[in-house]
Each structure stands twice: as C-alpha cells, then as structure tokens.
C-alpha cells in the first residue's frame, strides 16, 4: 500500500506559477509511473501528465503541453509538477496517482491516489 501526499495548491493570478508536489512518506517512488490528474467542479476528471519509472519518460495532457512540467526527485521520495502560465481554465482539483509499474497514462491504470490539492487561478 503506498499513500501519497499532495502539497503545493494554492491561488494565483492569470500568468503565474506554482509547484505541486508528490510525495509517499516511508515509501519509495522509484519503481512506480506517477501521474498528475485533475477535476474540476462539473467536469470529468482527466489526465494532466504522467512520468514514467526507468528512463522518466513523460506524457503531457493537450490542455497544458508546453506550460508544465512533471519531474521526478527519486532521492526525496517526490514528483512534481511545475506549473506555469497558469489560466483560470486550469482551476481544479488536482490529484497525483501511482501504479507499480514503468508507465501508464489512462486513470485506469492506477492503483494509488492522493486526496488532492485545490489550485484556483483568477483572471
């Protein structure tokens, strides 16, 4: 069973940043792909980017491509999830899921989520 802590959420303006963080105290995050997902309120949660184990392959969600990056600090247990550019649209909930496995993309292939952090941007 892995947990995993989500930090970093906060408020912004239009054109700002913020870091989120992944974390799985006491565990290790070496071996698992970690994706970022979001929901916002009324609308299906999807997928924002994942990395994968290994070679740190990354995929990025259309919305956000070329505005956030997702990394991986293997040594502090942690990935992250620089955002910025941040738009109003990008106001949500945002979740960090792993699977102990190299990679995967869809929701479905989780098995482990975080509660997740609340990023509200404003116009």
């Known amino acids: 069973q892995v947990k995993l802590e989500e930090s970093g959420g906060g408020s912004v303006q239009s054109g700002g940043s913020l870091r989120l963080s992944c974390s799985a105290p006491?565990?290790?995050?070496?071996?698992?792909?970690v994706g970022w997902f979001r929901q916002a309120p009324g609308k299906e949660r999807e997928g924002v980017a994942c990395?994968?184990?290994?070679?740190?392959?990354?995929f990025y969600g259309e919305a956000v491509a070329g505005r956030f990056t997702i990394s991986r600090d293997n040594a502090k247990f942690t990935v992250f999830l620089q955002m910025s550019n941040l738009r109003p649209e990008d106001t949500a909930v945002y979740y960090c899921?792993?699977?102990?496995?190299?990679?995967?993309?869809?929701?479905?292939?989780?098995?482990?989520w975080g509660q997740g952090t609340q990023v509200t941007v404003s116009s």
């Open positions: 899921a792993a699977r102990k496995s190299s990679w995967g993309r869809r929701e479905q292939d989780y098995d482990y």
């Open positions: 990395i994968g184990s290994g070679d740190g392959r990354t």
């Open positions: 006491g565990s290790t995050l070496d071996y698992y792909a």
